[in-house]
């Protein structure tokens, strides 16, 4: 080896090799950012493929959240984790409501509960280490993932409201009656706004707008009140102008008074948010029906037109008065909600004074004439209830169920029993008629006829007795109370088979001879006119009232039930029916929320 000096001075000045010495001494350094990488990414791939699983067992449990642990259970195994991966699963209510902070829109519920829509799930397992075990003493490092998976399943339905049915005269008085001022709808109005479509999201956006709401929760306006012009208004900004003009005589007057949203449309939780909006959205009616709505919004009577002009032997007149103590729908035209709402179509009633031709009744004995006969009669019909039993989100079988409701009639007066339409012969004062269920201890008598009496007298002028006046009263509950259950399969749905009617069966015409029958009639002499009714005239009398019950039983039964039924038919009433109509079966896909 050189030792001299020039050698040593060039040799330290070499600088070949350096490289490799270099690297030799980073070796180690970079081989452990080597495996550091490595191992980071298999973390990062394993982590994804936890989180793709959590998802993915989430929305599977959500599908059924009866067996929300088993079906869990299930799509873990199909993707090759242990059951032991499955840290936990909560059942629970998700809000997609904006005014909720994000880290409070899960509420867990015990299973079974109702207002269950969503299942939240963390997965742990463990990933393994590979060059990074140099570092440390563990060879696998703890993951941890959480999903959370909704499905909100609702339906939509109305139960067939009498008011709808009425003609345009009645239609017009209602409304008058509502908004307090003339309403003037025209056939062609009718008919513009019955085939006009509004949907229920965009209205309800409408009139948010209008209010000048702002509240982040768009569902809130679902609670609000407001005035019957704001809501017109918002109608007609949707229509078209053909349609729009319709509207023209109602906006005119539709005025200030105020009535809650829910009259046109309510039941849904609006606290689900953007899901109760998009329900909403989903959900169409005619224009008229909201008018409708908004006219029933409240307590109402007027006449019912049509009876009169119909043409029934031995009938010279009737006039006719609808009443209901509640609005017909009182909590909502259209329901929308979750499992457990409820629609409610209240109780109406009748009155028809019919006026007879007097030789309906035929003799009743000799110097017995009547002069005048007419009939009071009251005719109340249960109210309707419908509630949502079951809602189905699970698309299967064409025969499975989609929605499922019980209905039952509103009870009427406790009185009544269970009975689900009443029959009144005699008389009421307004206030009984107009505020409520009728109850039969209320039941006046009624003038139902005058009498002339005419008494042969030998060889004198005969004596004539007019004016006097014959009272009677009646009652009659019918039929029972009884649950049914209407149900819409998956088919129905989808083939648009959503009416369903329900019925007590044929209760006007057994209810008219009842009413008459003999053995529920209660017949007298008006009080007062006692000191008429002396000697001879006692006995002509007593005989006519003894005659009475069989000819109002035989002479009237026919002619009555033909003017109630005219009567009830133009007010769109049917004793003991009604339909429900499944507007929307609402079910969210499943989704994934944070």
């Not at 007066?413 to 109850?439: Q, R, W």
Request: hydrophobic letters at 45%; one cysteine or more.
């Amino acid at each position: 080896m050189p030792t001299d000096a020039k050698t040593l001075a060039s040799f330290t000045r070499d600088e070949g090799g350096a490289v490799a010495v270099v690297v030799a001494l980073l070796l180690t350094v970079l081989l452990g950012f080597v495996a550091l990488g490595v191992d980071v990414a298999s973390l990062y791939r394993e982590r994804a493929s936890l989180q793709a699983d959590s998802d993915m067992v989430a929305m599977s449990a959500m599908t059924d959240t009866d067996a929300a642990t088993d079906r869990a259970l299930y799509a873990l195994g199909q993707n090759g984790r242990h059951s032991e991966a499955l840290a936990t699963l909560t059942v629970g209510r998700f809000l997609r409501n904006p005014e909720v902070p994000r880290g409070e829109r899960f509420t867990p519920l015990a299973p079974g509960t109702p207002g269950i829509n969503a299942v939240a799930v963390t997965l742990k397992d463990a990933a393994p280490l590979h060059f990074a075990k140099i570092f440390t003493p563990q060879s696998k490092v703890a993951l941890t993932r959480n999903a959370t998976a909704i499905r909100t399943g609702a339906a939509s339905f109305s139960l067939d409201s009498n008011i709808l049915r009425l003609d345009l005269a009645d239609l017009n008085a209602a409304l008058s009656d509502s908004f307090g001022t003339s309403v003037t709808l025209s056939v062609l109005d009718m008919d513009i706004l019955s085939r006009t479509s509004v949907n229920m999201g965009d209205l309800l956006t409408e009139v948010s707008s209008l209010m000048g709401s702002t509240a982040r929760n768009p569902a809130a306006i679902l609670d609000a009140r407001t005035d019957v012009g704001t809501v017109i208004t918002a109608i007609r900004n949707m229509l078209p102008p053909a349609a729009s003009g319709s509207l023209d005589s109602i906006a005119a007057g539709a005025g200030l008074r105020e009535i809650p949203l829910a009259a046109v449309i309510g039941g849904i939780d609006s606290a689900l948010g953007l899901t109760a909006v998009e329900f909403a959205s989903h959900i169409d009616i005619s224009a008229l029906d909201v008018v409708a709505a908004l006219a029933v919004s409240h307590d109402y009577t007027h006449p019912v037109s049509g009876a009169a002009d119909v043409a029934i032997s031995g009938v010279l007149s009737t006039t006719t008065q609808l009443a209901a103590g509640e609005p017909p729908a009182r909590s909502g035209w259209v329901a929308l909600g979750e499992k457990g709402v409820q629609l409610h179509r209240a109780a109406l009633r009748l009155k028809t004074d019919v006026a007879f031709t007097p030789d309906l009744l035929g003799g009743l004995g000799a110097g017995v004439s009547v002069t005048r006969l007419d009939l009071p009669v009251y005719v109340e019909g249960a109210g309707a209830t419908a509630t949502l039993e079951e809602i189905n989100c699970t698309y299967g079988d064409a025969d499975a169920t989609a929605a499922r409701f019980s209905t039952a009639p509103t009870p009427l007066n406790p009185e009544n029993g269970t009975s689900v339409a009443a029959l009144y012969l005699g008389k009421l004062d307004d206030a009984a008629f107009n505020s409520g269920p009728i109850a039969p201890s209320d039941l006046d008598f009624a003038d139902i006829l005058d009498l002339s009496l005419r008494i042969d007298l030998p060889l004198l002028p005969d004596i004539v007795i007019d004016g006097i006046t014959v009272q009677a009263r009646s009652h009659v509950a019918l039929g029972a109370s009884q649950v049914e259950t209407i149900s819409f399969s998956m088919d129905d749905v989808r083939s648009n088979r959503t009416t369903r009617g329900f019925s007590s069966g044929d209760l006007q015409t057994t209810g008219i001879a009842s009413l008459l029958s003999p053995d529920r009639t209660e017949i007298r002499i008006k009080p007062g006119q006692e000191g008429l009714i002396t000697g001879a005239a006692a006995i002509l009398v007593e005989t006519a009232l003894a005659a009475l019950p069989n000819r109002l039983l035989t002479g009237l039964t026919g002619p009555l039930d033909a003017a109630v039924g005219s009567a009830l038919d133009s007010a769109g009433l049917h004793l003991g029916e009604g339909a429900l109509t499944l507007t929307g079966h609402h079910c969210e896909l499943v989704r994934l929320v944070q």
